[in-house]
């Protein structure tokens, strides 16, 4: 586990090592393409507390979303090969409800690293709101 926002979001919370931070939730509302609204939980754990993704983290929970979206793509800026900065990126852009932009982020997250298993999952339900 590398530290970054929302690592373990498809993770249960009894997955996420002991040598982590607690555990945080970070809760937001998604409109289904049938028009419904659900709750959507994502779960974070870090080893550090000032990484970008740590400070994002902090910032959707401060309700500072338009903050957090700039410090992940200064991060991903930085470190472009990095594929959990456009995965934080995706679920920023998932929370602000751009899912186009959120699609483009978890493409690349797929793309830098294919064996993660959280990635796919993640990547279905972008398109199925993306309308791709």
Known sequence: MNGHLFRAALVSAAAISAA???IETVSYP???PNG???NVDKYFSSLTTDDPGDRAF???QAGRTDDALATMKAAAA???TDAS???DLAIIYEIKASWPEALVEIREARKLSPTNTSYPDEEAFIA???GK
């Open 85 to 87: 900065f456009h995965y």
């Open 128 to 130: 199925r709101h993306a």
């Open 58 to 60: 902090k910032q959707i």
């Open 30 to 32: 998604v409109r289904e």
């Open 36 to 38: 419904t609204t659900v």
């Open 78 to 80: 930085a470190s472009p």
């Open 20 to 22: 982590c931070s607690p």
